[in-house]
């Protein structure tokens, strides 16, 4: 019998579907700079939850048309009607606690703007710590943020080390945009197949 893979780098050499090579090669682990593109990765975490990363992968466009481009200050201001329209969009994932959770995330959000000029602001200004104290900060500030969504949306974008094996060459690309977490504590190895 076969060993599983050990990381998510060495699931998609051994052929994970599309679209997770692009993801793999393009967007997990690279800093994001954007508040939106923070918040579309978010929600997307969020969705994850339960269901496969294939499944949010190949519904990601879905999500971000749905969600008016993650744009923070729109989604901050829906109401019951657009929430009637998410819970209704065969395209996503309709589950009324995240779509809830989108709307009140956006919300708070858009406070840590004011406080802090942008949420990529607030996530610099906890940098760095140990991951179980952003645990305990994403579960006082977000809604639908535990433990694993929270380790997740912090290592995709950047914030904590642990997206690509040393020797893939992703890892090597996000090195060089020097993302927050190689200011920090030393790289670690690969987190395991998503």
């Not at 969020?46 to 923070?72: C, H, M, P, Y």
Request: overall charge neutral; aromatic content about 10%; hydrophobic content about 40%.
């Amino acid at each position: 019998m076969a060993e599983a893979p050990t990381s998510y780098c060495a699931a998609v050499r051994l052929g994970l579907p599309e679209p997770h090579r692009d993801y793999h090669d393009h967007q997990y682990g690279f800093p994001l700079e954007r508040d939106d593109a923070l918040f579309g990765r978010l929600v997307l975490e969020i969705n994850q939850a339960g269901l496969s990363w294939t499944t949010i992968l190949r519904k990601a466009e879905a999500f971000e048309r749905a969600f008016d481009g993650f744009d923070v200050a729109r989604v901050a201001a829906y109401g019951d009607a657009d929430v009637a329209r998410l819970l209704s969009d065969a395209s996503i994932v309709r589950n009324r606690a995240k779509v809830a959770a989108a709307i009140h995330n956006a919300q708070r959000i858009t406070e840590l703007q004011a406080e802090h000029g942008s949420f990529r602001a607030w996530l610099e200004h906890h940098h760095p710590q140990p991951l179980e104290a952003w645990v305990r900060l994403f579960k006082r500030t977000f809604r639908f943020t535990g433990g694993e969504i929270t380790r997740e949306f912090l290592v995709s974008t950047g914030w904590l080390p642990g997206a690509h094996d040393a020797d893939c060459e992703a890892y090597a690309r996000i090195l060089a945009l020097t993302p927050p977490w190689a200011r920090g504590p030393t790289p670690t190895k690969g987190t395991g197949p998503r």
